[in-house]
């Protein structure tokens, strides 16, 4: 068990440019999550993925963003003409079952600074 | 909307000292949850806790769950530099978790 990886760790992009983000989860976790996480507050719901179908998406998510999880296996995130607003730590979590009482393993992160 | 509001939401205290952090909502959980995330790394999970009233005990932390679901605190005895870091509630809403406001505790030696 390797844990939950997150690639890259850091990213610093130009407004308007496009990013994408990688998450690996741990590999026997059916449930994959997305979240955003500025400095010192909660991380925020994104989007949830069941094996490869994406089942939950946040208002939060608006149409510059989008995820998949292609084979149910690694998910990306892709953010489009990137705003500063959306500079943040992008967390990813894996669940093996119902989240409520088996909880999340996070990933370490992608902290996105956009100039 | 469901909101999980955490108080305080600094905290800075001597090593050896007592402390509580507190989680409350207006609404009902099915679980909840407790994270303790370092700089630059993600949340890692403490404890759970599911059944109204339930407390449960790691090591030096407390967990406690309230009896209607709706509110949780966490108390740490006799804190070290180590505890340092920022606390996390989070409440079980179908298939994902609400993350409260969080509580940054800073332990000094």
Same mark, same amino acid.
């Given at each position: ?6 690639? =890259? ?6 407004? /308007? ?24 507050? /909660? ?44 500079? *943040? ?6 669940? =093996? ?17 956009? $100039? | ?6 108080? =305080? ?68 005895? *006799? *804190?070290? =530099? ?24 800073? $332990?000094?030696?």
């Amino acid at each position: 068990d390797t844990g939950v990886s997150q690639d =890259p760790r850091h990213k610093i992009t130009k407004r /308007g440019q496009n990013v994408t983000f990688r998450c690996d989860p741990i590999s026997e976790h059916n449930r994959l999550y997305w979240y955003r996480q500025t400095l010192g507050q /909660g991380p925020e719901f994104l989007t949830y993925f069941q094996n490869e179908a994406q089942l939950e998406k946040s208002r939060l998510l608006s149409d510059r963003f989008s995820a998949e999880r292609p084979k149910g296996s690694f998910s990306t995130l892709e953010i489009q003409r990137t705003e500063q607003g959306d500079s *943040a730590m992008y967390l990813c979590a894996s669940s =093996p079952r119902t989240v409520t009482n088996y909880g999340y393993t996070f990933g370490s992160g992608t902290r996105l600074t956009v $100039v | 909307t469901q909101l999980l509001e955490q108080s =305080p939401q600094f905290l800075s205290i001597q090593e050896g000292e007592n402390l509580t952090v507190y989680c409350n909502s207006s609404s009902v959980f099915s679980s909840l949850q407790w994270y303790r995330q370092e700089p630059g790394e993600g949340p890692v999970l403490l404890v759970t806790v599911v059944t109204g009233g339930e407390v449960k005990k790691l090591k030096r932390l407390t967990f406690q769950f309230g009896d209607a679901r709706k509110d949780s605190s966490l108390h740490i005895t *006799a *804190a070290q =530099p180590g505890d340092t870091g920022l606390y996390l509630c989070a409440g079980g809403d179908t298939d994902k978790l609400i993350f409260g406001t969080g509580t940054r505790l800073q $332990v000094f030696p």
